[in-house]
Nanobody, 117 residues
């Protein structure tokens, strides 16, 4: 069983910053795309940002310029630096590891991010 361990969520005021971390086991190789998804109450889960082992990134339009995803391949850890947070960013954030073949997909347990006005 692959476990992705997330940390760093919490409560922050609008305009503030948070940094999420997700540690993956050694079985998650450089063939995996790592990323962050979020799900707000009453909404479907959406991709926030993803990163390949080579450093290619994707960002949702709603977070471009405010969030930065990074990856430490040696530590098998992915980070999400979230700046200029808005109340609309309130959601449960999930770490994701997806094999490039698409066959293997793993999720973290989720971490709550709450942005107050």
């Amino acid at each position: 069983q692959v476990q992705l361990v997330e940390s760093g969520g919490g409560l922050v005021q609008a305009g503030g910053s948070l940094r999420l971390s997700c540690a993956a086991p050694g079985s998650i190789s450089n063939l995996y795309v790592l990323g962050w998804y979020r799900q707000a109450p009453g909404k479907t889960r959406e991709a926030v940002a993803t990163i390949t082992s080579g450093g290619s990134t994707y960002y949702a339009d709603s977070v471009k310029g405010r969030f930065t995803i990074s990856r430490d391949n040696a530590k098998n850890t992915v980070y999400l630096q979230m700046n200029s947070l808005k109340t609309d960013d309130t959601a449960v954030y999930y770490c994701n590891a997806r094999h490039m073949s698409g066959i293997y997909v793993y999720w973290g347990q989720g971490t709550q991010v709450t942005v107050s006005s």
